[in-house]
């Protein structure tokens, strides 16, 4: 990200002007500053973030000094206060941990950390004025460690995000050479919407920044020096997602009213262009597979995607079926099996079944903080055929999809057989044991799973049979569920756990 503002500052002084003498001259000072700021966030878990902000600063000035009729005039000394220059250098990077909940719709969140001192700091420019000798005010660090706290809190309410946030940096003391900055406050409002435009998100900001006064060996300088200002800015944000990956966002901040004390400073706008990128580094909640996942064929089938851009559009149950709104991000891998698995079944099943995509997009998208909320991926939402909703939750693909085909079929258990054959399947760290298991066709027979440990993500077991009947089973911890079986074909049946991880064979001869 990158954030720019003009600025012009003004101010009267004694000095010597050549040629005139002793008189009042009014130092016009116009400054360009730009601050490029490398973000990076990293997602630990669904609710904790960690982040660095390194920050960039590019500070051009030129002078000139006038006299009461407003010539430019020269004066002796003159690179004495200020000085026609550019510097630039690395400002105080950031440390931060943020974390987040929902209640009700809303997400809330915090942030905690640290500025650490690597910018660049100067000595005491006052007394060095004093002295007579050049001397620098513009310091990119504040040389000491400030502690950061924030909190936020964001809703959608229809097409409309709305979001809040508070930010303070507290200076706690005076660094190596007797400065100690001001603390720095900052409160807003900001209200976004794709106004129906695919990929792209319009913000309205109002924000109220606030700084104290800086001291310099426990003196507030009010000749020339930072003895606080009060801002309030109206902001316009514009983004385009180019991809799923990638966005790019322009800003324009206008300040609607400035209050400061001591020297004037006037900034007539900020301006800000920042690009971005998203990568996933964990899988969320260790649904990966390293399966390949052949994408689900909805040729001919009832499936349309409502949202490619994270959107919260509104869910509009399709009358008369069962419709499934799947919520999904590229991402997110068990999403693709979700994505396969539930087009055999509507394709079993096609005047039942209606799908609905939602793409999030990313976990902090408006989609997602308003239907998704604390949830992980998958995750569906399904309503009956009268419109109202029957169940939404997270879970592993196949126990996802398998739920929703009992909602058309029903429960399709056999009933054990007396004296019929009982095959014990033990399910430990390492999955299922034995992993292949010979039945003879035509005979009935009892799959006996146990699960025997915490640690396996094999917590249900998943597979069809060759008349196309689905078994679909929860393996609760230390307690045997049984699984009548009769197939009448010979042939093998893969059974697998509903991230389909972990595997087992059954042999019919």
């Keep these: 990200m990158s954030i720019g503002n003009s600025a012009v500052a003004r101010h009267e002084a004694d000095e010597t002007i050549i040629g005139v003498g002793p008189a009042i001259v009014t130092h016009d000072q116009k400054i360009f500053n730009d601050e490029t700021r490398l973000v990076a966030d990293l997602g630990v878990t669904k609710w904790l973030a960690l982040g660095v902000i390194v920050p960039f600063r590019v500070f051009k000035t030129s002078i000139r000094y006038l006299d009461d009729s407003g010539n430019q005039v020269q004066i002796e000394n003159p690179f004495i206060h200020h000085h026609n220059e550019t510097l630039t250098g690395i400002a105080d990077p950031w440390l931060l941990a943020r974390g987040a909940f929902g209640i009700g719709g809303t997400t809330f969140g915090a942030r905690l950390g640290t500025t650490i001192p690597l910018g660049r700091t100067v000595e005491d420019p006052f007394v060095l004025g004093d002295m007579g000798l ?32 508070a930010l303070t940096v507290q200076s706690l003391y005076t660094n190596s050479k007797g400065y100690k900055p001001g603390d720095r406050y900052a409160g ?43 801002d309030v800015i109206a902001g316009a944000e514009a983004t385009w997602r180019v991809n799923d990956t990638w966005h790019v966002a322009a800003t324009i901040k206008v300040p609607v009213y400035t209050h400061v004390q001591g020297g004037q400073l006037d900034t007539p706008f900020f301006f800000g262009l920042s690009v971005g990128a998203s990568t996933h580094v964990f899988d969320h909640d260790h649904h990966a597979t390293d399966t390949p996942v052949v994408p689900g064929n909805w040729t001919g089938l009832d499936e349309q995607s409502i ?203």
Excluded at 138 to 152: C, K, N, R
Aim: proline share 6%; glycine share 8%; with cysteine.
């Design 188 to 230: 807003g409002l900001g209200a976004a919407s794709g106004l129906g435009a695919n990929h792209w998100r319009f913000r309205l900001t109002g924000e109220v920044q606030h700084e104290t006064a800086e001291m310099w060996h426990g003196i507030v300088r009010t000749d020339e020096g930072n003895t606080g200002r009060t």
């Design 134 to 165: 050049p001397h620098e005010h513009t310091q990119f660090g504040t040389g000491t460690l400030e502690p950061v706290i924030g909190l936020d809190a964001s809703r959608s309410v229809g097409p409309v995000h709305l979001d809040a946030f």
């Design 307 to 509: 949202t490619d851009d994270g959107s919260a559009v509104p869910l509009v149950p399709v009358p008369g079926k069962i419709t499934v709104f799947d919520f999904w991000a590229t991402w997110c891998k068990p999403c693709r099996v979700v994505d396969h698995e539930l087009a055999e079944v509507v394709r079993r099943h096609p005047d039942d079944i209606a799908v609905r995509k939602v793409n999030i997009v990313d976990t902090d998208s408006p989609a997602s903080e308003k239907y998704v909320r604390e949830a992980t991926l998958p995750h569906l939402k399904v309503y009956g055929r009268d419109g109202k909703l029957l169940w939404e939750h997270s879970a592993p693909p196949l126990t996802l999809t398998s739920e929703v085909e009992r909602l058309v079929t029903g429960d399709t258990k056999l009933v054990a057989v007396a004296g019929a054959q009982r095959i014990a399947i033990e399910v430990t760290d390492d999955g299922y044991h034995p992993t292949r298991i010979e039945i003879e066709h035509g005979q009935p027979f009892t799959l006996v799973f146990t699960r025997k440990s915490n640690k396996t993500c094999a917590t249900d077991v998943h597979f069809a049979l060759p008349d196309g009947t689905h078994i679909d089973e929860q393996l609760p911890l230390g307690q045997a569920v049984e699984i009548p079986l009769l197939v009448e074909k010979p042939g093998e049946i893969i059974y697998s756990c509903g991230m389909n991880m972990n595997h087992g064979t059954i042999v019919v001869k």
